[in-house]
């Protein structure tokens, strides 16, 4: 088996929690989750977001995602200055990465961002490896969101559990049986 992970993330500013979401999957079952996450999204040369959803759209991409063959897996860190989100990010990623690997993770990717903030992920990520939270084999790198829909999965997790923190259960109640998730104290 070769596990790979697809990361995006989700801020909720008015309440100060910042959630940094994982899917893991077998790289043999990447074109089947690709295709069924894909189906999401009606308008071809269009991505799925959570934020441009319905509630009804929202409910039926967590109910498709919690019948795949996915681990989701979450950290979500309070409370978030909103003029910290990177050092959020920072924390949330040490954590997020070290269960990764421990997972058995060969290959991360994270949603990019821009040139620059994709840059600062990658000194982070050699941080980590040079302080040994995460095993230099494990292989992180960007990815448009628009180009891997596998993002698309990571993106209904970040949306399913900010809904959450903001006292909309639903979403991550029908996630619950496959996921696992992570609470961090931000400081």
Request: aromatic residues 6%.
């Amino acid at each position: 088996m070769s596990w790979l992970a697809y990361v995006d993330e989700s801020i909720r500013t008015d309440d100060g929690v910042y959630v940094l979401a994982a899917v893991a999957l077998d790289r043999a079952d990447a074109a089947a989750v690709r295709a069924a996450v894909r189906a999401l999204e009606p308008r071809p040369g269009r991505r799925f977001h959570w934020r441009d959803r319905l509630p009804v759209a929202r409910q039926a991409a967590a109910e498709s995602l919690a019948a795949l063959p996915v681990l989701p897996i979450v950290v979500v860190g309070t409370p978030v200055n909103p003029r910290r989100q990177e050092r959020a990010r920072r924390q949330c990623a040490e954590t997020l990465l070290f269960e990764l690997a421990a997972a058995g993770v060969d290959d991360v990717w994270l949603e990019s961002r821009n040139p620059l903030l994709d840059r600062r992920d990658l000194d982070v990520v050699a941080g980590f490896h040079a302080r040994r939270v995460i095993p230099r084999g494990l292989r992180i790198g960007h990815l448009r969101a628009g180009d891997e829909p596998l993002l698309w999965a990571a993106d209904i997790v970040a949306g399913a559990i900010c809904a959450a923190e903001g006292k909309e259960p639903a979403y991550r109640d029908t996630l619950a049986r496959i996921l696992t998730e992570h609470r961090l104290g931000l400081s």
